[in-house]
Every structure is written in C-alpha cells, then in structure tokens.
C-alpha cells in the first residue's frame, strides 16, 4: 500500500534512520491529497474494503516495513481530500517491496488510488520533533 502515495509527503527526519531499520524505529509519512471529482464514493467503498480485507494489507505490510496506515477523507476547499497516514521503518525497501509486489491487493489498490487520487500537497514539517 505504500508507494502509491510516497511523493506527497509531509515527513519526519528519516535519514537519522538510515540501515536501522528495526520495530522500534519507525517514521510517520502523512500525505494530503486531492480526490477525483466523483471519485469519493468509489475510494470510500475501497477503503472500507481494505479494513474487510485487513488480513491481506497486513500480510503486505510485513514486505515493506509498515506498522500502521490510517485514512482520513475530509473536505476541502476546493472538493474534498484524502489524508493518508503510514508508519514505517524503512520508507525505501517498502517502496522498492510495493513495486515488485506479488500481493494480488497491491494491483487492485495502486489501479484504486490511480483512478480515484489526483496530485497531492507538497507539504514540509514546521514542527517536528522525535525522541530518538
């Protein structure tokens, strides 16, 4: 699920992670993203599939070094966006794992976010703070 939205990301400092990727280092990626015009009800539907099929996603989280996503659909000024939260401990090889992905999930969800996702936000931390 990962590499669909890495190039709109507000993120943490992760090169002080570089090589340790471990469980307990990881890093918060969030992305702000404009959504199709009539695309909403299709990316909900798939969404809410996604926490029907939640076996499967996490199954495609193991490959790339995911903890957790979270998705948020809310309105914008100009229609509405979707706000997308993934914590990882190794953004490279999870972007690297999504591309060559054998996961039947993957196809559906990168074809899913193409169609309903349009550009996101080029946004940057102005606060950022971790303890490691």
């Not at 957790?68 to 229609?79: M, T, V």
Request: proline share 5%.
């Amino acid at each position: 699920m990962l590499a669909v939205i890495l190039s709109n990301t507000a993120r943490a400092d992760d090169r002080r992670l570089a090589g340790k990727a471990s469980e307990e280092a990881s890093v918060l990626r969030i992305s702000f993203s404009a959504i199709k015009p009539g695309k909403e009800a299709r990316l909900r539907a798939w969404l809410a599939e996604l926490n029907e099929r939640a076996d499967e996603v996490r199954a495609t989280f193991r490959d790339e070094t995911v903890r957790a996503e979270q998705a948020f659909i809310i309105d914008g000024p100009n229609g509405p966006m979707l706000v997308y939260a993934i914590e990882a401990a190794d953004f490279e090889r999870g972007a690297a794992a999504f591309a060559n992905s054998r996961h039947p999930i993957e196809a559906e969800h990168r074809a899913i976010m193409q169609e309903c996702v349009g550009p996101g936000l080029n946004v940057s931390p102005v606060y950022n703070v971790s303890d490691n």
